[in-house]
């Protein structure tokens, strides 16, 4: 069978990234052919700017030699533009009189810079900032002539009228507009900048609207003119007053275009067989001209011509940096802001730093850094996942090191030294991170990890690490991908995944691998245990757990020491327990020799260094006894903390051990995305620490208040206070409820606190507090623990009990 | 010493699992990958002995339950950051069984 015919007109950026996307997903598919009218083969278009500022040389900037199109496959036809699409007898005519046929074609034809329609545009001198031409055009001159002037004061304008400074020309900007980058600064930021760039040399005149620009005599521009009568000599004039979508070819050839190319969420034109993709794409509305939301699309793209089709674009937030080496700029999001948006300024004219942030309902919407942009990708980061900042919100300006994660408070990873040690768990320093990056050209934090172990293990490290890699990436970090994937075996992220297992009803992990097409045949460590956890939580009773994707202590039902040996814990109800009880874990002790008892911070006993042959006749003696798992070891239902309460106290207004049993007993057994923890205190004084519990149950006189999202690790967090209520079973209710909503919306591995940071607690709140939606979420919690509450040590011992012992002994 | 030793039969180990050989040197791990094929490696991670009979076994590769480090099955080397190997040992499959050389 033939394969399909794929055209591409445009071998830019989006166009070869939609091309590389599809041949991890489906190399096969199609005989692949892209038109590009550069005579090059593909390069970074935004490294321009270093090119032309003599920090990078063009070679340094390509992304696929011409062996790459080879090695692929696929046809390139470069230095020729196509000069017509012919839809019904679907060819692309090119400009010699060839033609290129398509089953499918990609339109990626990009924009071309906006030239300002004023007598004199077309002299000699006169260009605009696109391409390596443009480039080459801009070196020569500054060779050959001395004054150049750059119409537009934007990201574009700004930093070609750096490189050419840096090429010793004498350069003025002239801008339309009375701030400098409008479109991403405010008033504030565009002063400073403008003074530190005047500062190095650069000259303004702002406002000013160019109205002619002035034949030498000989074909050549020689000057400018504005409207306000002033005239500046010019021998060079480059045009960044805006880019325009190049439509032409789509236009003529009868499909819908705007201001671009109309899209819809697919990337799919108006004629079902061509689809579009980059600068040249209007998509709701929005035209992109900024790399990261165009490879968004172009992974859309490819799922789409794949044959997946189940991923959609739907739009995106920008950031952006200014790549001006010395200035430190960023801004991200809407950061004017809506009526009703409030703003958080910090301002330092002496020390050059300008920061803003714009809130939203709670939600930060926008921000502008000038001179430290340290904190860019953490403001970015929350940005797009709309966290709920209303909790940090008087500590935000002063950046992600001043929330308060203990150990690592206090200073920004740029200022610390070489040998400061990063990763306390691997025992990474700074100077290894920044190595790694430079030397082997990582981009993400996955492959930090990948490369280094910062941040590998208990994670608290990983805002440093990614302000490592900002620092020392400068402009390049924005354009890595902006939603981090699940792990390295897919770019699917944690919601995408799960979101496909439901919707497509996707029932085992081969099956998940399989559709959203892993890389890695059967996985790896991280992603493993993550798929097992959405299939079961969102298949309770279908889905068959996948033992050789847990981690040894869920698979073993006991925590792995550092000697091979296990831990042990029984379950202790509530934290009571009984002669009978103890004397069972008395004898078990003395009878498998195990070395070390502890009673535990969650008010049980654990018996550590149980060998692994010996784990199901542990199991068993302790489960004549009535004992069943404690999960010390899961992502699961922990303990319950309780206190003496009414029963004994003097001040306990409710009976919170009863109710700490009941409450475990309703929900143990339970897989969770992390470990989950309840603590009831039988009055405000809180004996059983319920306020840096997962959900704190506090007793008063008038029934309980109902607290959430706590945590006592590694970094600490305290409660929020989501109800009071007047009875157990409401309680109940509530927490069966809560832990339900957890299940279904956390990220593996997120526990309650930052999960609540993420999606706010209005969100909790709203679902819990509507009582047809509380009700739904606690049966299908019940639902679930129909299946979940199965002792797994008697199962264990039971079904599996070989594998406790060797296979084999050999001499 | 060196002579193939009958192990077990083959659905003693499923895929992507592990399974303990005591032997008088210490414990060897066997391993079923993802390729289909039988490893075995000397099951003390070259980091500081984590039993790697014990981690989850993706591809041909192990990640060690204690610390992560992530071992390649056919040469016993650590990929990535760490560096170090463990011993390997041969394994084969005759007739449904498996058999290993120590
Ligand atoms: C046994 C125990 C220490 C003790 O002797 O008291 C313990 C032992 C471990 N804790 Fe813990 N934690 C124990 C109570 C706690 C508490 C106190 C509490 O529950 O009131 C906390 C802080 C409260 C909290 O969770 O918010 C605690 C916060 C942690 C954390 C940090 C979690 C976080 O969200 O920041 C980890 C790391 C993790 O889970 O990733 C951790 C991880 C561990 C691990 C599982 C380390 C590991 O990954 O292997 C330890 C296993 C030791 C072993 O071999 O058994 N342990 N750990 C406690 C068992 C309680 C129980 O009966 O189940
Ligand atoms: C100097 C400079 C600096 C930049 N800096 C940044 C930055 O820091 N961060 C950021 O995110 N973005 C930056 N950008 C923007 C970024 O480069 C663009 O958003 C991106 O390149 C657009 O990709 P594209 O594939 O849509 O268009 P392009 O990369 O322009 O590719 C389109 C290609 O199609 C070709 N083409 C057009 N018509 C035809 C035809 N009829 N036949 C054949 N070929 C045709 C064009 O010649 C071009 O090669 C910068 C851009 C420039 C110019
Ligand atoms: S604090 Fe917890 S994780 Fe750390 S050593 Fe103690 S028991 Fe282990
Ligand atoms: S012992 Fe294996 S990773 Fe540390």
Not at chain 1, 503 to 513: A, C, F, Q, R, Y
């Amino acid at each position: 069978m033939s394969k399909e015919r794929l055209a591409v007109i445009g071998n830019g950026m989006a166009g070869v990234r939609a091309v590389e996307e599809l041949l991890r997903i489906n190399p096969e598919k199609f005989a692949i052919t892209i038109i590009g009218d550069e005579p090059h083969g593909n390069y970074n278009r935004i490294l321009l700017s270093p090119v032309l500022a003599g920090e990078n040389t063009i070679d340094d900037i390509m992304l696929n030699p011409p062996g790459w199109y080879e090695e692929n496959g696929i046809e390139l036809i470069s230095g020729v533009a196509a000069a017509r699409i012919d839809r019904a007898g679907r060819k692309v005519e090119l400009a010699d009189g060839r033609a290129a046929p398509y089953d499918r074609l990609i339109i990626a034809t990009g924009s071309r810079p906006f030239i300002l329609p004023v007598p004199g545009h077309d002299l000699e001198g006169v260009i605009g900032f696109r391409d390596i031409a443009d480039v080459e055009a801009m070196l020569k001159a500054a060779r050959e002539y001395r004054h150049a002037v750059v119409i537009g004061g934007g990201l574009l304008g700004l930093e070609a009228a750096n490189g050419l400074m840096k090429n010793g020309m004498d350069v003025t900007v002239v801008h339309l507009m009375d701030t400098l980058m409008e479109r991403q600064l405010d008033k504030t930021a565009g002063a400073m900048l403008r003074a530190s760039l005047e500062e190095r040399g650069m000259k303004f005149l702002m406002p000013a609207e160019t109205t002619e620009l002035v034949d030498d005599g000989e074909g050549r521009v020689k000057a400018l003119r504005t409207k306000d009568g002033e005239e500046i000599p010019a021998d060079l004039v480059v045009m960044a007053a805006g880019i325009q979508p190049n439509t032409a070819l789509a236009r003529e050839a009868g499909i819908h275009c705007e201001r671009g190319i109309i899209v819809n969420d697919y990337m799919m034109t108006y004629d079902p067989r061509i689809y579009a993709v980059g600068e040249c794409v209007q998509h709701r509305g929005v035209c992109y001209g900024l790399v990261a939301p165009l490879y968004e699309q172009a992974r859309v793209l490819a799922n789409h011509l794949g044959g997946r089709g189940w991923m959609s674009y739907e739009g995106s937030v920008t950031s952006t940096k200014l790549k001006v080496t010395g200035i430190d700029l960023f801004s991200a999001g809407d950061f004017l802001g809506r009526p009703g948006a409030e703003e958080i300024v910090m301002r330092d004219d002496k020390g050059g730093v300008y920061k803003k942030l714009v809130i939203q309902d709670n939600r930060l919407a926008g921000a502008v850094l000038y001179g430290d942009t340290v904190d860019g990708s953490w403001y970015f980061q929350l940005i797009r996942e709309g966290a709920d900042v209303s909790e940090i919100r008087n500590r935000l300006i002063l950046g992600q090191a001043h929330l308060g994660d203990s150990g690592h408070g206090g200073d920004s990873a740029a200022d610390m030294p070489d040998d400061f040690e990063i990763c306390g768990c691997n025992g990474v320093t700074k100077g290894e991170i920044v190595r790694a990056i430079t030397e082997q050209g990582l981009f993400t934090l996955e492959d930090v990890r990948a490369v280094t172990k910062a941040s590998a293990s208990c994670g608290s490290c990983t805002g440093l690490v990614e302000q490592i890699l900002a620092s020392t990436l400068g402009g390049d970090y924005s354009a890595a991908p902006s939603e981090k994937p699940l792990c390295g075996c897919t770019d699917y992220t944690h919601d995408q995944v799960r979101k496909a297992i439901r919707e497509n009803g996707l029932k085992s992990i081969p099956d998940v691998m399989h559709f959203l097409e892993w890389r890695n045949p059967d996985g790896c460590a991280v992603c493993r245990p993550a798929l097992n956890y959405y299939l079961l939580c969102a298949w309770p009773g279908e889905y068959e757990d996948a033992r050789a994707s847990r981690f040894v202590n869920e698979r073993l039902h006991g925590n792995i020491q550092k000697d091979g040996t296990y831990s042990v814990v029984p379950r202790m109800w509530g934290g009571l327990t009984t002669p009978k009880e103890l004397r069972a874990i008395a004898d078990v002790v003395e009878k498998y020799d195990i070395p070390e008892m502890k009673v535990t911070g969650g008010q049980r006993i654990d018996l550590f260094g149980v060998k692994k042959e010996d784990l199901p006749a542990v199991w068993r003696d302790l489960n004549a006894a009535g004992m069943v798992s404690g999960h010390a070891y899961g992502k699961a239902l922990r303990t319950v903390k309780t206190c003496a309460g009414a029963n004994w106290c003097r001040m306990g207004t409710q009976d919170s051990t009863g109710l700490g049993v009941k409450l475990e007993k309703m929900t143990w057994g339970s897989w969770m995305p992390h470990k989950f923890k309840f603590g009831v205190s039988g009055c405000p004084r809180n004996c059983a620490e319920a306020t840096i519990k997962d959900f704190g149950v506090v007793c008063v006189d008038s029934g309980y208040e109902l607290h959430v999202g706590g945590n006592g690790g590694i970094k600490v967090r305290v409660t929020d206070l989501i109800a009071r209520v007047a009875t157990e079973d409401e309680v109940l209710e509530w927490a069966g409820a809560f832990i339900q909503l957890y299940r279904e919306e956390a990220r593996y591995g997120e526990r309650t606190a930052p999960w609540i940071e993420r999606v706010g607690l209005a969100f909790v709140k709203e679902r819990l507090e509507d009582e047809r939606r509380r009700k739904a979420l606690h049966e299908r919690f019940l639902f679930s623990q129909q299946f979940a509450q199965k002792d797994p040590w008697a199962r264990l011992a039971g079904e599996h009990e070989e594998e406790f012992q060797p296979v084999a002994e050999i001499a | 010493m060196n002579n193939w030793k009958e192990i077990a039969p083959v659905e003693a180990i499923p895929p992507l699992s592990a399974r303990v050989v005591k032997s008088k040197d210490g414990d060897i791990a066997i391993f079923h990958a993802g390729d289909g094929n039988f490893y075995a490696l000397d099951n003390r991670c070259p980091h500081k002995g984590g039993p790697l009979s014990e981690g989850i076994v993706h591809d041909c590769r192990v990640t060690c339950p204690l610390h992560n480090w992530v071992l390649d099955l056919r040469t016993g080397a650590a990929t990535g950051a760490d560096e170090g190997a463990t011993r390997t040992f041969e394994v084969k499959v005759e007739n449904g069984k498996v058999w290993l050389r120590a």
